[in-house]
């Protein structure tokens, strides 16, 4: 079923995402995809909105009546200090992704780690509960994703980055997290890459975040780098025998977190990725 622009009425409820640049966004595809696919009186649109923004974002989105907003780059931690309430996630990381109305207040929270802990367990069929993991990066990215497997209850969170002081703040996002070495990396049950070595119009596309030497066999290695869909760390992780995933589900799955805070609807994965594929 399709909603043609025809359709859109006094009653249908707006979302967005707000950010800039923002033209190249695949949220207004996947979202929209997703309204299509439940039958939803929804669309969603995309608004540039710059540094400085964030006040005026959260006030449009009360005078505005928006439904539901996502949040990127550079908003998401200005926005945190606007909103009414922000949930645990967002209050750690101090940083939002999703604005959702509860109650006439508009919270702020932060689907990326979850989203990225819903991926894994969605394409390896694997809980991250009890399983050493190795976090390589350390920024936005690897920050949501830390506090997230702290939540997952992963038995040890090992942060491999280039910057230490960035690692020991990351590492400090959840209980069970630590500064780690490439050395131990061998050791973990899982390695996810969450630097932007590899990423296709990256700073270094045609690199890998970790020596070959450290993978093994028997490791899951998860990518959040979607372009492209093989990067080199993922080439050299299935040359050595491992289990290998790309990061499109995250892209997936976290927006799947925002569609069911906004709409109180299970989130329907098929049309989702396939509107990414
Ligand atoms: P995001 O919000 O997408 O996570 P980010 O905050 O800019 O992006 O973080 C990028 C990550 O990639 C950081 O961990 C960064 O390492 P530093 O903390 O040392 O800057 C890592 N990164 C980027 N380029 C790198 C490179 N050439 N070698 C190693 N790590 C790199």
């Not at 710059?50 to 926005?79: C, D, F, H, W, Y």
Request: glycine share 10%; aromatic share 6%.
């Amino acid at each position: 079923m399709r909603f043609p622009l025809s359709t859109i009425s006094g009653r249908t409820k707006v979302a967005a995402v707000v950010g800039y640049p923002i033209a190249h966004s695949g949220s207004p595809k996947i979202h929209n995809a997703a309204f299509t696919a439940c039958g939803l009186d929804w669309v969603y649109a995309a608004f540039p909105c710059n540094v400085g923004s964030a006040s005026q974002v959260v006030a449009a989105m009360r005078t505005l009546g928006l439904a539901g907003l996502s949040v990127t780059m550079p908003l998401k931690t200005e926005i945190a200090g606007y909103v009414d309430a922000l949930t645990p996630a967002a209050q750690a990381l101090e940083s939002c992704n999703c604005l959702y109305w509860d109650n006439g207040q508009i919270i702020g929270d932060s689907t990326d780690g979850v989203g990225f802990v819903r991926a894994f367990e969605f394409e390896t069929g694997v809980s991250l509960k009890e399983k050493k993991v190795a976090v390589l990066g350390a920024g936005g990215a690897a920050r949501s994703i830390v506090e997230a497997l702290g939540a997952a209850e992963a038995s040890e969170i090992l942060v491999v980055n280039r910057t230490a002081q960035k690692a020991k703040s990351a590492a400090h996002l959840a209980r069970q997290a630590r500064v780690g070495s490439y050395e131990e990396v061998a050791a973990a049950d899982v390695v996810i890459n969450t630097t932007s070595l590899g990423m296709e119009g990256g700073p270094d596309p045609k690199s890998s975040p970790l020596p070959a030497q450290y993978l093994r066999s028997n490791q899951i290695v998860y990518d959040i780098v979607y372009q492209p869909r093989q990067t080199v760390l993922l080439k050299a992780a299935k040359n050595v025998g491992a289990s290998t995933y790309g990061g499109l589900s995250m892209l997936v799955h976290q927006a799947a977190a925002a569609f069911e805070l906004w709409t109180g609807e299970k989130a329907p994965i098929k049309a989702m990725n396939d509107a990414v594929c």
